[in-house]
Every structure is written in C-alpha cells, then in structure tokens.
Nanobody, 120 residues
C-alpha cells in the first residue's frame, strides 16, 4: 500500500503563487511516476504535471511556463510550484502515484485532494 498526503492549498489572488506538497509513504518501490491532477467544478479530473522516476517532466498546456513540478527524494515529497495563478486554476488538486504492479501494468494511488482557489 501507498499513502499520499497533500498540503499547501488555499486562497490566493490572481497573479499570486502557491506551492503544493505531496508526501508518499508505505510500499514505495517501483513508483514509475508521480503527478498532480486537478478537478475544477463541473469538470473532469485532468493531469496538470507529471514527473517520472527518471526525472522527466511534462505539463498540461494550460500551465506550461507557470507551474513547476519537482521532487525531493530524501523527503519522499513531490512539489508543485504554481506561479501567475489565474481564476481558472481554481480546482481541487490531487496527488497521484503510479506504481508498477506487473509487466506494463500500473496501479494508481491518489491523495485526498487539496483545494486551490484563485480570486480575481
């Protein structure tokens, strides 16, 4: 089992910044990637940023140049630095860990979510 605990959400004005943290614990072997997703009101959950075990990153087009995903392996923590926030970034943000459980098969673990609200 893998546990994910997020923190760092809150209320911020447009143009401001927030940093989300996600600490992973438990059986954290074969974690292929960790990612941040978000679900805006009335919309589906979508990927925001991902970082692989090799350190490669990718981002949703809507956040490129504004958000940065990083990790601290010593602390088993992944961060999402969010800059130049816009009202449309308002959502519940979820941490995700993809664990390899078989050849080519992954299992997704999710955190409980943290609310980010950007006021105009």
């Amino acid at each position: 089992q893998v546990q994910l605990v997020e923190s760092g959400g809150g209320l911020v004005q447009a143009g401001g910044s927030l940093r989300l943290s996600c600490t992973i614990s438990g059986s954290i072997f074969r974690i292929n990637s960790m990612a941040w997703y978000r679900r805006a009101p009335g919309k589906q959950r979508v990927m925001v940023a991902r970082i692989t075990s090799g350190g490669s990153t990718d981002y949703a087009n809507s956040v490129k140049g504004r958000f940065i995903i990083s990790r601290d392996n010593a602390k088993n923590t992944v961060y999402l630095q969010m800059n130049s926030l816009k009202p449309e970034d308002t959502a519940v943000y979820y941490c995700n860990a993809a664990q390899e459980v078989g050849r080519g098969v992954e299992y997704d673990y999710w955190g409980q979510g943290t609310q980010v609200t950007v006021s105009s």
